[in-house]
């Protein structure tokens, strides 16, 4: 089942850099390995925000909810979450 997944970062201002910095290369880091995976199948920058949209294909709604919860940064995001299914006239 492929969902849209929409992400907006939410730090705390006064987070220490240093710590900021290291939790950002785990997300990295566990995003690559998602990736890998095949969960998680694309991944967009929003232009001039600090957000993302994303497609996970996930087995369940449990999964990606566990998925989800395994990102270091998940404290921080704001989350919306859109289940895909196929449109009658597309071509692919």
Do not use: T
């Not at 950002?24 to 929003?46: D, P, T």
């Not at 294909?57 to 989800?68: A, F, G, P, T």
């Amino acid at each position: 089942m492929l969902y849209c997944v929409m992400m907006d970062v939410n730090v705390p201002a006064d987070m220490d850099p240093a710590e900021l910095a290291k939790l950002r290369e785990a997300e990295k880091n566990r995003a690559i390995e998602m990736q890998k995976s095949g969960k998680f199948i694309h991944l967009w920058r929003v232009a001039g925000r600090p957000a993302n949209i994303s497609i996970f294909d996930c087995e369940s709604n449990d999964e990606l909810h566990d998925l989800l919860s395994s990102l270091p940064m998940f404290p921080y995001f704001s989350i919306k979450v859109v289940p895909l299914a196929k449109h009658p006239s597309s071509i692919k």
